[in-house]
C-alpha cells in the first residue's frame, strides 16, 4: 500500500483529547440560543466574521458557536496535521493514497513563473502550454475564423460529458452568463437518455455546431455513447464524410489513443493529467467551453480568482482562513448537532447550478466510509448538500428549515452589486437573504407572536423557535475572478474536512462502481445475451421491460 507521510492515524479522531474537548464543550453549550449568544456579546458579529480575498466577507456569527469553539475546534485542526496536509498537497505529493496520484487542481491556475513538482517534473509548464492553445482555440471560435466543413463560421458549442466533464462547465456558464458572446449558444449533454442530446440539438445546424467531447478517460459509457450519435447527426446532416468530424469536434481528455480512435485528431485535443479530479476540473480544459464563452481574458479573470484563494488557504492562520473556518463549522454542525444536511442557498440567479456542482464536490469527495488506512470510520462523515437559488426556494422548501424538526444548517450566498440594475430588484433580494438568516437564527416567541395578535389556539404555528444555524459569504460582485474564489473556497473547505475525516477526499470507487454495474444487463436487455442471472427482483424487471419492448 502506498504510504502518505502526512496522514494522521484515523482511528484516533473520537478518542483525541481534542475532541474530547469539544465534546464536553458541546454538552455544556448545546442548549444555548443564537438570541442569548448575542445578547451576551456585543462583538459577537464582528469576532466570528472574518474578511477574505477581494472583499469576500464570511460572517458566521449565526452560526451555534463561540469563540472558544472555534479554538477548541482549531486545536482538533492542528491535531489532524491539517498544516502538514495542505503542504503535501500544494507541494505536489500522492495524497491520493488509493489512486496513487498527486491532487494538484491548485497548478491549473498556478501562475506562469510558478514551480509544481511532480515526480521531480515541473507541470506548471504544460498547465499554460495547453491553456496558450485553448486561447488560440478559443479566439478562433469567437472570432469567426474557425469554419465548419461547410465554410460557415460556428453558432452553437455542445459540451458533451457528464459529471466532472459537465457539472463544472455548466455551472459556470450559467455563473458567468453576464460575461458570455450571445453571438454563440452554449449547450451540455450529460445524459445517456437520448432525450438530452435530441432536446439541445433539435434547432442546430449541423455546419455551424462544435462539439467538445469532454472526457478525462474517453471511456466514460454515457459521454461515448453521446459522442457517437453527434458524429452520426452530423454526418447525416451535412451529407458528408468523416473528413467534416474534424472541424466539429474537438476532445478535452487524458488519453490521446482512445482520441484517435474515435477519430478526432489529436491536433484538436486539449490534454490535463491525473492529477486533476473529475469533480476539480472545471479549470483545465475541461473549461474549454467556458473559455469560448467568456474569452481567455475572462478565462484567465476566474483562474486568477482561484489562485487568490489558493493563496489565501495556503499561507492564512488557520483562525482567519475562510475555508478553514467553513470546514471547521461543518463538522462542528454534522458531528456534533448531528445534522445530516447542509443547504447551499446562493442569492443570484446566475448560480442555478450552483449547488448541483457543489452536491458532487462534497458529495463525492467526502461521501466516504473508509478511512485512509482502510478501516472503517467510526464517526459521520459527508452530509448530504442541496439547494437552489434563493428567493424561489423560500417559496418551496424553507419551510422545513425554519419550522421541521431537522437541524439544515445553511450557506447563505449573497452578492451587494447586481449584474442587472433594474429598479429595485437588487434591494429586494438582499433584503430577503437577509432576512431569512436573521428569521433562522433568532425566530420568533410564542409572546411575541401573540402581542402581534394571533389568538392562543394559532400561536403556536406562527411561532419559530430560531437557532437555525447558517453562514452569509457576501461579495461585492460575481465575476469570472469571485466565482474563482468561490469555487476554490469549496474546493480547500472539502479538503480540510477530509483532512479532519481522514478520508481521502479525491478518488470515488463509488462512481467506479456505476461505471461497470450497467455494461452486464446492456447484452442482456436486447436478449442477445444468454438468460440473465440476477436477483429476483431485477430479473423480473428485465423480463418486464423486455416484454413491453417487444423482445
Ligand atoms: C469526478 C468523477 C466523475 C467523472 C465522470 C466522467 O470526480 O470521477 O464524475 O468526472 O464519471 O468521467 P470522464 O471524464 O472520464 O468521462
Known amino acids: 500500500m502506498p504510504t502518505d507521510t502526512t496522514a494522521v492515524a484515523p482511528q484516533s479522531l473520537t478518542a483525541l483529547p481534542q475532541w474530547k474537548a469539544l465534546e464536553s464543550h458541546f454538552e455544556q453549550s448545546r442548549s444555548v440560543h443564537l438570541r442569548e449568544m448575542f445578547k451576551s456579546d456585543a462583538k459577537r458579529a464582528q469576532t466570528l466574521s472574518v474578511e477574505g480575498p477581494s472583499g469576500m466577507f464570511l460572517d458566521y456569527s449565526k452560526q451555534r458557536v463561540t469563540a472558544q469553539t472555534m479554538q477548541l475546534l482549531l486545536a482538533l485542526a ?227 480568482g482561484f489562485h487568490e484563494m489558493d493563496e489565501h488557504f495556503r499561507i492564512t492562520p488557520f483562525a482567519k482562513n475562510l475555508p478553514v473556518i467553513m470546514a471547521l463549522v461543518g463538522i462542528w454542525n454534522s458531528n456534533f448537532f448531528g445534522s445530516q444536511t447542509l443547504a447551499v442557498l446562493p442569492y443570484d440567479q446566475y448560480l442555478d447550478r450552483f449547488s448541483s456542482y457543489l452536491q458532487q464536490l462534497e458529495m463525492e469527495s467526502n461521501g466516504k466510509h473508509v478511512a485512509l488506512d482502510g478501516s472503517r470510520v467510526t464517526w459521520e462523515t459527508c452530509p448530504s448538500v442541496w439547494g437552489q437559488p434563493g428567493t424561489n426556494g423560500q417559496h418551496a422548501f424553507y419551510q422545513m428549515i425554519h419550522q421541521g424538526t431537522r437541524l439544515v444548517p445553511c450557506d447563505f450566498i449573497a452578492f451587494c452589486e447586481p449584474l442587472n440594475p433594474i429598479g429595485i430588484h437588487q434591494d429586494l433580494l438582499m433584503a430577503n437573504v437577509l432576512a431569512q438568516a436573521e428569521a433562522l437564527a433568532f425566530g420568533k416567541t410564542l409572546q411575541e407572536v401573540e402581542a402581534e395578535g394571533s389568538p392562543a389556539w394559532l400561536a403556536p404555528h406562527r411561532q419559530f423557535d430560531g437557532n437555525r444555524p447558517s453562514t452569509m459569504i457576501m461579495a461585492p460582485r460575481l465575476t469570472p475572478a469571485a466565482l474563482g474564489r468561490l469555487i476554490a473556497l469549496y474546493e480547500h473547505k472539502v479538503f480540510v474536512q477530509g483532512t479532519i475525516w481522514g478520508i481521502n477526499s479525491f478518488d470515488q470507487w463509488g462512481v467506479e462502481l456505476g461505471k461497470v454495474l450497467a455494461q452486464r444487463i446492456i447484452p442482456e436487455l436486447s436478449g442477445t445475451a444468454p438468460t440473465p442471472a440476477h436477483d429476483a427482483s431485477t430479473q423480473q424487471l428485465i423480463a418486464r421491460y423486455r416484454t413491453t419492448r417487444g423482445r
Open 78 to 304: 492542528e491535531a489532524r496535521g491539517l498544516r502538514a496536509r495542505i503542504d503535501a498537497m500544494f507541494r505536489g505529493e500522492k495524497i491520493n493514497v488509493t489512486e496513487e496520484r498527486a491532487v494538484l487542481h491548485v497548478a491549473l491556475r498556478a501562475p506562469r513563473d510558478a514551480h509544481i513538482l511532480v515526480d521531480g517534473v515541473d507541470v506548471v509548464p504544460g498547465v499554460h502550454e495547453v491553456l496558450d492553445r485553448m486561447g488560440a482555440f478559443a479566439d478562433a471560435i469567437r472570432s469567426g475564423a474557425w469554419k465548419g466543413h461547410t465554410g460557415k463560421r460556428i453558432r452553437t458549442v455542445i459540451n458533451i460529458g457528464i459529471g466532472g466533464s459537465d457539472l463544472g462547465p455548466a455551472m459556470a456558464y450559467d455563473a458567468l452568463c453576464a460575461y458570455t458572446t450571445r453571438e454563440i449558444s452554449f449547450r451540455f449533454v450529460s445524459n445517456v437518455d437520448a432525450t438530452d442530446f435530441a432536446e439541445k440539438t433539435r434547432d442546430c445546424d449541423p455546419a455551424q455546431t462544435l462539439f467538445i467531447v469532454c472526457s478525462k478517460t474517453f471511456t466514460t459509457l454515457e459521454t461515448m455513447t453521446n459522442a457517437n450519435t453527434a458524429r452520426e447527426w452530423l454526418l447525416k446532416g451535412l451529407g458528408a464524410d468523416s473528413a467534416a468530424v474534424a472541424k466539429h469536434f474537438v476532445a478535452v481528455s487524458t488519453n490521446a489513443k482512445k482520441v484517435s480512435a474515435f477519430g478526432i485528431d489529436t491536433a484538436n485535443m486539449f490534454g490535463f493529467w491525473d492529477w486533476v479530479g473529475g469533480r476539480y476540473s472545471m479549470d483545465s480544459a475541461i473549461g474549454l467551453s467556458t473559455m469560448i464563452a467568456v474569452g481567455p481574458t475572462g478565462f484567465q479573470e476566474m483562474l486568477s
